[in-house]
């Protein structure tokens, strides 16, 4: 098997249909999927625009058809709890008061776009430039506008970003709403602390951090275990998330506490989905069992 993070190197580029830029495409395919499914959770209309503009086969062929069980529609689910999580965040960081938001490795999260904000919001967007430039193109070639003032901030996480998100206009003497979406496992340890510690210095008091995510790292044993038993069962296709993600030790709420954030109770997906009035089915339990999701809100 491929060991962890053995296609990444610390100066590694990617678009968004190559390494780290293709997940960004997955998880937008399985929102796709679970807008189109039954009672869904959230509704991202803009995700299927992504799909049909890269003209990838796989992704495109599992929109033509997808399938319709619960094991097959079980990543789809799942992404759609997250994505609802990460919604909820931001609208109650609005309701809050809040009027910056920053969407840290944004890919293809059309937040911007989707959801009713404030008047006086500005969604800062933070990735490498291929990918942000493959949004914005496909998003303004279809007529779709942002609900906020969008800024796009073109920068990796593995330089000096703070630099960049103040140049383009965010206040760190205003409270802010942070979300670290499916992020931490695409970074090492060491990124990790560079992380944190510049959003802790750029953080005023009343900010606001979610941190989330279907698990740190995604054993393949243990998946294929689960598509044996559970036929229809998908994560994307022949991509090994194993070689672009590393095996982190690291966990946020400790960084958290140490950095003076006061943490809510951690959830899970099972709680998430408790929380909106669904049971979660057996597959949705399997999955969490050896993927040990995490979600994570804290204010400053």
Not at 43 to 62: H, K, M, Q, T
Not at 136 to 156: C, I, M
Not at 201 to 223: C, K
Request: net charge negative; hydrophobic share 40%; with cysteine.
């Amino acid at each position: 098997m491929t060991e962890y993070g053995s296609l990444r190197s610390d100066d590694d580029q990617w678009d968004i249909v190559s390494g780290v830029g293709y997940t960004a495409l997955i998880v937008a395919a399985w929102r796709a999927l679970h807008t189109i499914g039954q009672q869904p959770l959230v509704r991202d209309d803009y995700a299927e625009l992504f799909i049909e503009a890269s003209a990838d086969p796989y992704l495109n062929g599992l929109l033509a058809n997808p399938g319709t069980s619960e094991h097959e529609s079980a990543f789809p689910r799942l992404y759609g709890v997250q994505t609802r999580f990460f919604d909820e965040f931001f609208d109650a960081a609005c309701e809050a008061g809040i009027r910056q938001a920053v969407i840290v490795a944004a890919g293809l999260d059309s937040r911007a776009y989707r959801l009713d904000w404030p008047t006086g919001t500005t969604v800062f967007e933070i990735d490498l430039p291929k990918v942000l430039e493959f949004k914005t193109q496909v998003l303004a070639e279809r007529g779709a506008r942002p609900k906020a003032e969008r800024r796009e901030v073109a920068a990796d996480l593995r330089t000096d970003w703070p630099a960049a998100l103040v140049a383009a206009g965010f206040d760190p003497q205003s409270p802010s709403a942070w979300s670290l979406e499916g992020l931490l496992p695409y970074l090492t340890s060491k990124a990790h602390q560079a992380l944190f510690a510049g959003i802790g210095e750029l953080s005023a008091a009343g900010s606001r951090l979610a941190i989330g995510a279907l698990g740190s790292r995604l054993d393949h044993d243990q998946l294929a275990e689960l598509e044996e038993s559970h036929p229809g069962v998908n994560v994307a296709g022949d991509i090994d998330f194993s070689s672009l993600t590393y095996e982190n030790p690291t966990d946020p709420t400790d960084w958290l506490a140490a950095d003076g954030w006061a943490i809510e109770p951690v959830r899970n997906t099972l709680d998430l989905q408790a929380g909106y009035g669904l049971t979660p089915p057996e597959v949705d339990i399997k999955i969490d069992s050896f993927m040990h999701s995490q979600y994570v809100i804290a204010t400053r």
